[in-house]
């Protein structure tokens, strides 16, 4: 008997060791799934932080700033400009959309009649490297020239980053950073989405227009316009 009950007594205490396991096993998967459901929501908040962090800026809002090599290899930063207004152009001479306006003599024009208020202005090309419309730094520089383009610089954004950080969409594509680094217009070169350059004098330079009236000390009337062009090629 006392065998019997020495057995019985063992089995009872491996039947308790066992459903104490069981519950020790089951607790940590309840606390696994919570770390993991609290990880993923963290997660998921990270991801969202940065969604907004990258939003691009509206009009009314700090211009971000960034720094960017030119074709002749300067390096410029959009904050050492800070106290004059900055005009930045999406540019590819590949989209017939840019040829018009160059082509037309609009842009050249557009860019010394600001370039002779004080403003500054940068060319600003997106294009990825594999694009079959990429140009190298010296053939855009030369590209340019043949165009008699006034702009302080020519910056490469083969890597996109500029680009997207601003919204940028097409080319053309301009947007204008007052003097205290806020954006005040983004949108179209014009008025008249077309690649024919009789259109140009017909349309209302939106450029020429918002900088005429913030030298005038009025307010932007068209601040926010569609911009029109071929879209950017960024590298994927």
Known sequence: MEFKLTMSSSSS?????????????????????????????????????????????????????FIAVDTAGKQHRLSDFAGKYVVLEWTNPGCPFVRKHYGSGNMPATQKAAIDKGVVWLAINSTERSASDYLQPTALADWMSQQSAAPTAVLMDEDGVIGRTYGARTTPHIFIVD???????????????????DDVKTATNYVNQALGEAFGGKAISAATTRPYGCSIKYKT
């Open 13 to 65: 205490s491996d039947s308790r060791s066992y459903r104490a396991a069981r519950q020790a096993r089951a607790a940590l998967s309840r606390a696994s799934r919570r770390a993991v459901m609290t990880a993923a929501v963290a997660l998921g908040a990270t991801f969202l932080m940065n969604a907004q962090a990258m939003a691009a800026p509206a009009v009314g809002q700090p211009a971000p700033d």
């Open 179 to 197: 003097p205290k680094g806020t954006l005040v217009y983004a949108g179209g070169i014009d008025s008249v989405a077309s690649t024919r350059a």
